[in-house]
């Protein structure tokens, strides 16, 4: 594990997303765990093998895999660990071209109102009205807003700076949710000994409420920045100012956001259709 742990540390020291550092970590612990050699002395025949084990995985999963090795190997190579990459060879599939998820406003309006504490209400408001990551979300601290403005200033993938914004109601609840704190931690949302949440706590929060709310789809903090971004589309905002509120380098990317959905598709048709 000592290269691992070696590449860990230079890709954080790069700045890279606690996610993106969190899958590296995972799936480079399975890959050492099925190994029974160091991973330098790895050729493609093994690494075929271990990755024909997840054969009936979403391609989506099993390209997250070939990602992680595809830069760890990238890595050894540069550190000159390696003298040929062994990931050379295998190449990434083509995964299907699916439509991003996102929630109905019925359902949205579910999550926001059924009752959950000042905290969890915070939360769900700042998600639905800014667009934010959650990545982005478990870093603020309390410093970060300018309420007077409604505005954030979020450090997102690859250390870069944008300045996001929330609606009046998150204003509201953010207010609320900060005069019951009684802890002098910067962070914006603590957990109940006061130290600051983690993506996961979250996620499952917004799992469990939706369950709550009677919301039959698995709804993550994804699908919420998939649903601002279609909701900011569907009332007329430019693709371009939506790419800078999500911190998009490219509006390609963006557009994959804002899926609309049949009905909505339908209304437009009606309204443009020349007859």
């Known amino acids: 594990m000592r290269y691992v742990e070696e590449f860990l540390v230079a890709r954080k020291l790069e700045g890279l997303a606690d996610g993106t550092m969190d899958q590296y970590r995972m799936e480079l ?15 493609t025949n093994d690494l075929r093998g271990y990755l024909t084990q997840f054969n009936e995985m979403a391609q989506r999963s099993i390209n997250r895999k070939i990602s992680t090795l595809k830069a760890y190997y990238t890595w050894l190579v540069e550190e000159e660990y390696l003298e ?4 050379r060879k295998i190449k990434t599939p083509k995964e299907p071209d699916m439509l991003p998820r996102n929630l109905s406003h019925e ?13 969890n209400q915070a939360i769900m408001e700042l998600l639905v009205s800014s667009g934010m990551r959650i990545g982005e979300l478990v870093k603020l601290n309390r410093d970060d807003l300018v309420m007077a403005n409604r505005q954030i200033r979020v450090t997102g993938k690859g250390n ?5 914004f929330f609606g009046p109601i998150a204003k509201f609840c953010i207010i609320s949710y900060l005069n ?9 949302l ?11 706590s979250i996620e499952m929060q917004i799992k469990d409420q939706a369950k709550k709310a009677g919301i039959k789809d698995k709804v ?4 919420l920045r998939h649903t601002f971004a279609t909701g900011m589309y569907e009332q007329g905002a430019d693709i371009d100012f939506i790419a800078r509120l999500l911190g998009h380098h490219s509006t390609e990317t963006t557009r994959r956001y804002t899926n609309i959905n049949g009905s909505e598709m339908a209304r437009m048709y009606d309204k443009f259709l020349v007859n």
């Open 160 to 164: 870069k700076e944008r300045l996001v």
């Open 107 to 119: 359902d949205v309006e579910l999550l926001r109102w059924h009752p959950k504490s000042p905290r």
């Open 29 to 43: 612990k399975k890959f050492a765990k099925y190994l029974d050699k160091p991973s330098v002395y790895v050729t």
């Open 180 to 188: 019951t704190r009684k802890d002098d931690n910067p962070a914006l």
């Open 190 to 200: 603590v957990n109940k000994y006061g130290e600051r949440l983690t993506i996961r």
């Open 84 to 87: 040929k990459n062994p990931m």
């Open 220 to 223: 993550t903090p994804h699908m």
